[in-house]
């Protein structure tokens, strides 16, 4: 369902950066861009806000018997992620803390019925992080996304240095930020997730890196494609 920007005040969520011109999509519980423009292409490097998507922290020992029980592959180290059938991306970020990324197929609806059945204060060594408010989430693809970053991040995130089921836990920008791999075989893009309220200046920062390789913004319904 298409929205515009008079709809924000029925969402309890805060908005996505505002961008001019931009066709937006109504999740329910909040809105996303789902387009820039009427025609979007990906091509040599392209950036999307996903920071609306469902996203949540999970901490504990008994974290990875919790995700186990929602048929959810649990990588088999810290800083490695795995992708389930569905969709959903998990992250191991230490050996007892996961972070859960929406399915696009599903517009992050499971993560999101998740968060609201698990306990919230510790209850059998389990820790819910609400990662909700906490990080943004941007998502960087096309086959110059490891130029571009090389330009704001030290870590070396070429293809052949980095993997599609790889984290690092690093400086974008001069920001702390988890960069993932979108655990696909034939990896083509970045998570990006770091602290919100730095959303409008990374993603400054980032087109402006794009621009020599005539990258641009896309939305929701060009990255789901």
Same mark, same amino acid.
Not at 20 to 44: C, Q, S, W, Y
Not at 144 to 165: E, I, N, Q, Y
């Given at each position: ?28 519980? !909040? ?16 950036? $999307? ?5 469902? +996203?949540? #922290? =999970? ?6 018997? +919790?995700?186990? !029980? ?47 059945? =698990?306990?919230? !204060? ?8 609400? +990662? ?12 110059? +996304? ?33 960069? $993932? ?27 402006? $890196? ?8 896309? #939305?929701? $319904?060009?990255?789901?494609?």
């Amino acid at each position: 369902m298409t929205a515009n920007l008079a709809n924000l005040a029925n969402h309890p969520e805060r908005a996505p950066l505002i961008h001019p011109h931009a066709a937006f999509l109504d999740l329910g519980h !909040a809105l996303i861009v789902d387009r820039h423009k009427e025609t979007e292409n990906l091509g040599e490097c392209a950036l $999307a806000d996903l920071t609306n998507l469902p +996203r949540l #922290g =999970l901490r504990g020992p008994t974290a990875a018997q +919790r995700l186990l !029980a929602e048929s959810l592959p649990i990588p088999d180290a810290p800083n490695r992620l795995a992708r389930a059938p569905s969709g959903e991306t998990l992250l191991r970020l230490s050996r007892t803390e996961y972070l859960l990324l929406g399915s696009f197929a599903d517009r992050g609806a499971r993560v999101r019925a998740l968060e609201s059945e =698990l306990p919230q !204060a510790g209850e059998n060594g389990l820790y819910l992080l609400p +990662r909700q408010d906490s990080h943004a989430w941007f998502w960087l693809g096309g086959p110059r +996304r490891a130029d571009v970053m090389a330009k704001l991040c030290g870590v070396d995130l070429s293809p052949a240095a980095f993997a599609g089921d790889a984290i690092a836990q690093t400086s974008v920008a001069r920001l702390d930020a988890i960069v $993932a791999g979108d655990g696909k075989p034939e990896p083509d893009a970045f998570h990006l997730l770091f602290d919100r309220p730095s959303a409008a200046y990374l993603w400054d920062a980032l087109l402006d $890196a794009m621009r020599e390789f005539g990258g641009g913004p896309v #939305g929701f $319904a060009t990255v789901n494609g």
